[in-house]
């Protein structure tokens, strides 16, 4: 099969001819239909999240049919149409999986970082962890609904926890999570206000088609008064941008793997009961809710697609923001 192979951080991915992988007990088999290309894809080529398995298939928004099972895997059919997404599997006994957290599990193992992803013709997972997809996407289209949806679905409950109330919600960086989310957001009766790189007019009218009601520069002050923030840019310095935007009361949300490191700012800006957080990963439960969700808002995803074998050009054009939507890469 075709692969798509990362030998070192820092270098390019070197395309590969590899064997088909044969499942184990509790895994499938899935011929590859379509695999989202992540920030956090980038975040392991840039080295920035320290010893991935290595050789590497990145990819963790992969969507594909079931073609084999292990001998363990219970309700799935072959030729089933599966979504693989971030977390690749837990231990299920650590104090964090016992109460609910499994996003948060002492030993769990991730897909395209600890485990092969997507970034190949075929790929195997554990069935206990991969979910049926909606009819109503094609395979491009479901792929980012495996990470950025899936991140962005997680942020927003935990905005939404934190402040009840929530009418304005600040974006800052309109990504592929970002203009799912958004859509989210909106259904759910919040005004968006999305914060961008300085500058960029696409990116601004993108969110504004989207029915963000203000679309500036992550450097200009919120025209209102925000409920909540959340920030997808890995940009430690917005951490207190987004604290000075939001009402007190009000949360900041942290919604990447990664981000550069939060600069000092003044006790004030966090003081009168705003919240600064981080998501960590996704529990299977978020899965089955925003699976479920997505097409009764509808949430409709904008897919840039490219072959597998452009993957090292996907990457560029996220780390340099030259894409609208989310790429998606086809074998």
């Not at 290309?37 to 969507?63: F, N, Q, S, W, Y």
């Not at 997505?294 to 340099?320: D, G």
Request: net charge negative; hydrophobic share 45%; proline share 8%.
């Amino acid at each position: 099969m075709q692969a798509m192979l990362l030998d070192t951080p820092g270098a390019p991915l070197r395309p590969a001819e590899l064997p088909v992988p044969e499942p184990g007990p509790t895994q499938i088999l899935i011929r590859v239909g379509a695999c989202g290309v992540c920030r956090t894809d980038l975040h392991i080529v840039d080295g920035e999240l320290a010893h991935p398995k290595l050789p590497l298939m990145l990819g963790h928004e992969i969507v594909g049919r079931v073609e084999a099972m292990g001998a363990e895997v219970e309700g799935v059919q072959l030729g089933m149409r599966v979504g693989v997404p971030w977390l690749g599997s837990t231990d299920g006994t650590c104090r964090y999986c016992r109460s609910g957290q499994e996003n948060l599990c002492d030993h769990a193992r991730f897909t395209g970082y600890d485990l092969d992803g997507g970034y190949a013709g075929y790929t195997v997972a554990d069935a206990r962890f991969a979910f049926p997809l909606p009819d109503a996407y094609s395979d491009a289209e479901a792929a980012p609904l495996l990470c950025a949806g899936l991140i962005g679905y997680r942020a927003l409950k935990l905005a939404a926890t934190s402040a009840p109330e929530l009418k304005r919600l600040g974006i800052y960086g309109f990504g592929a999570a970002a203009h799912i989310i958004a859509q989210v957001a909106r259904a759910q009766g919040a005004e968006i206000y999305a914060f961008t790189r300085a500058g960029d007019q696409a990116a601004q009218a993108f969110a504004c088609s989207l029915g963000a009601i203000w679309a500036g520069g992550s450097d200009e002050p919120a025209p209102e008064v925000l409920d909540a923030a959340i920030i997808f840019a890995p940009v430690g310095a917005l951490v207190p941008a987004a604290l000075k935007a939001v009402r007190k009361g009000g949360v900041v949300v942290c919604g990447g793997i990664h981000m550069s490191d939060i600069p000092t700012f003044p006790y004030e800006l966090l003081w009168e009961e705003r919240v600064v957080r981080s998501v960590a990963n996704l529990t299977r439960a978020d899965a089955r809710e925003f699976l479920s969700l997505a097409p009764k808002v509808p949430v409709k995803t904008t897919v840039v697609p490219m072959p597998l074998a452009r993957a090292n050009e996907a990457l560029s054009r996220l780390r340099h923001g030259e894409l609208t939507g989310a790429a998606v890469l086809i074998p």
